[in-house]
């Protein structure tokens, strides 16, 4: 019997430096969950990617691509592109993103001129989410704000909805997102919203 659901990608942009880490469990158990609803998954990690940064040169506002010829024009665009759900995972770092999934997010500039400056409608008719999952060491109140924020421009840049998001505060020991209590409800509940 064939997958009714093929060809409906998840794309997971796995953001931690750490492999095997609480942010790459957490990216785990969100792709099983969707595996096991039939749709097709793919998870990028960011520092596994030769990314330039953004040098702010307009190339992309006048002509709609990039100058760079790297892992973002040739792996992350392209997968981006595809996606029908978006899932960005990862830790805090000074209440931000870390430095490689930063820079995928800058990068992504193309995709906002594309959309206002040259006004291409390139996702027409198509209903895009977006999902953050992060896990931050502290237990601040504001502790995942600026991700929050990044991660709405960042989705909204490439026209993709911020549907929801699920962070942990308290998490810092490697394997200690293994053992949260809610994680598996919460992921099978976030799937059933999608």
């Known amino acids: 019997m064939q997958n009714q659901k093929s060809g409906f990608l998840v794309l997971g942009i796995n953001g931690s430096p750490r492999q095997n880490g609480n942010s790459q469990y957490l990216m785990s158990c969100f792709m099983e969950e969707m595996k096991a609803k039939g749709y097709d998954t793919q998870v990028l990690d960011a520092v596994k990617l030769k990314i330039n940064p953004c040098i702010g040169c307009g190339n992309c506002e006048t002509k709609g691509v990039c100058i760079f010829k790297d892992d973002f024009t040739d792996v992350f665009l392209p997968a981006i592109i595809k996606a029908d759900i978006i899932v960005v995972s990862s830790p805090v770092y000074f209440y931000a993103f870390p430095a490689a999934l930063k820079a995928l997010i800058d990068r992504i500039q193309v995709l906002w001129s594309r959309k206002y400056r040259l006004k291409m ?63 598996h409800e919460d992921i099978k509940n976030l799937a059933r919203e999608l």
């Open 121 to 183: 409608d390139q996702f027409k008719d198509r209903r895009r989410k977006g999902v953050l999952l992060a896990v931050g060491a502290t237990s601040g109140k504001d502790l995942f704000d600026g991700m929050k924020l990044t991660a709405r421009y960042f989705f909204d840049a490439a026209d993709i909805q911020y549907k929801a998001d699920l962070c942990y505060r308290g998490i810092d020991e490697k394997g200690k997102m293994e053992n949260h209590p809610t994680l």
